[in-house]
Every structure is written in C-alpha cells, then in structure tokens.
C-alpha cells in the first residue's frame, strides 16, 4: 500500500506564487511516474503535469511557463512550483504516483486559493 501526502497550499493573492509538494510512503517497489492534477468546483479533473523517473515531462498547454513540475527521485517526492497565480487556478490539487505494476496512487488533495 502506497500513500500519498500533499502540503503547500493555502491562500494567495493573484500574481503570488506557491510551491506544492507530495511525499510517497508505504510499500513501494518502484515509482514510475508522479505528478499533478487538478479539480476546480464544477468542473473535471484535469492534468496539470507529470515526470517520469527519466525526466520526461508531460504538462497541460494552459499551464505552461507558469507552472514548474521536479522530482527527487530517491526520496519519492514530486514539487509544483506556481507562479503568476490568476483566480481561475482556484482548484484542489492531487498528486498521483505510478509504479511499475501499473497501479496508480492518489493523494487526498490540497487547496489552493487565489483571490483577486
């Protein structure tokens, strides 16, 4: 069993930054991929960014030169750093690992907050 611990969110005002983190623990045999996504009240789940543990990273258009997406790989923890906030990044963040079983893990979500 694998669980999944999100921290950094929080309250900020537009044009802020915030740096989120997620910390894999429990019974893992390898780590694959680890990433981001999103859910904003009324909408879907979107993708926000992953990174493999050879670097290769898949982010969402929208979000590009804002958000950063890295990984320390022997500590199992991925990091979303977050600038140039606008309100319509308001949503609850999920961070999800995979491993090479092919199960995927999903974090209980943290709220980020951008007011104008």
């Known amino acids: 069993q694998v669980q999944l611990v999100e921290s950094g969110g929080g309250l900020v005002q537009a044009g802020g930054s915030l740096r989120l983190s997620c910390a894999a623990s429990g019974t893992i045999f390898s780590i694959t991929t680890m990433g981001w996504y999103r859910q904003a009240p009324g909408k879907q789940r979107e993708l926000v960014a992953t990174?493999?543990?050879?670097?290769?990273?898949n982010s969402a258009d929208s979000m590009k030169g804002r958000f950063t997406i890295s990984r320390a790989n022997a500590k199992n923890t991925v990091y979303l750093e977050m600038n140039s906030l606008k309100p319509e990044d308001t949503a609850v963040y999920y961070c999800?690992?995979?491993?090479?079983?092919?199960?995927?893990?999903w974090g209980q979500g943290t709220q980020v907050t951008v007011s104008s």
């Open positions: 990174i493999t543990s050879g670097g290769i990273i």
């Open positions: 999800l690992a995979s491993l090479s079983s092919r199960h995927t893990y």
